[in-house]
């Protein structure tokens, strides 16, 4: 069983939905769970950064961590075009190397 | 936010020769930064793990004398990919820790094309 599972996608969605990415995670280690945003050609640009339970907002984003499932989410609402990218959980402990999923390659349509 | 800066974003070399690529964190002092690899389409592989003023940890299968690491002050960290071959070409992209702000921030990348 692989550390993180992600689902790849790729996944559509229209323009207003709201979007819905999830990781499952295996090691119970883990306390910090991040969410990361990437562009075609480009380096990650962390999006959440996240260390309980529970969920935290930012804008149009809310990461969502169940330390009890092993299960985190990045719900994105009133999606736009440019939100199209690949979104990719990330967790680790301590000051460890991230434990990456394999990302998610959403597409907003307008 | 804190800011990593990666240089060249791309380069283009012959077979044979060697690339250096910089990674310096901007606005914070970085212990530790990352160096990962990445091909199209595909997740992100860590390669290494660069530590200041230490020899740098290697992930299993990664050639420590093909990619040779140097982390030389709190700032700035090298990875210069030696001899290379075109199947080294690929997207390397480091990271490092803001210990402040939490998160591990990345580098734009350097997509590296051996001809």
């Known amino acids: 069983q692989k550390e993180v599972e992600q689902d790849p996608g790729p996944l559509s969605v229209p323009e207003g939905a709201i979007v819905s990415l999830n990781c499952t995670y295996s090691n119970s280690a883990f306390q910090y769970f991040m969410w990361y945003r990437q562009y075609s050609r480009k380096g990650p640009e962390l999006l959440m950064y996240?260390?309980?339970?529970g969920n935290k907002e930012d804008g149009r984003f809310t990461a969502q961590v169940d330390k009890s499932s092993k299960y985190i989410s990045l719900f994105i609402r009133d999606s736009q075009p440019s939100d199209s990218a690949t979104y990719l959980c990330?967790?680790?402990?301590?000051?460890?190397?991230?434990?990456f999923g394999k990302g998610t390659r959403l597409s907003v349509i307008a | 936010g804190a800011v990593v800066s990666q240089h060249p974003s791309r380069v283009i070399c012959k077979s044979g020769t060697s690339v250096k690529i910089e990674c310096r964190s901007l606005?914070?002092?970085?212990?530790?930064m990352f160096w990962y690899r990445q091909f199209p389409k595909k997740s992100l592989m860590l390669m290494a793990t660069s530590n200041e003023g230490s020899k740098a940890t290697y992930e299993q299968g990664v050639e420590k004398d093909k990619f040779l690491i140097n982390h030389a002050s709190l700032t700035l960290s090298t990875l210069t990919v030696t001899s290379a071959h075109p199947e080294d070409s690929s997207f390397y992209i480091c990271?490092?820790?803001?210990?402040?702000?939490?998160?591990?921030?990345f580098g734009s990348g350097t997509r590296l094309t051996v001809v």
């Open positions: 990330a967790v680790n402990w301590g000051n460890t190397p991230l434990v």
């Open positions: 606005d914070f002092q970085a212990t530790t």
């Open positions: 990271s490092a820790r803001d210990r402040g702000q939490g998160g591990y921030t």
């Open positions: 996240t260390y309980s339970s």
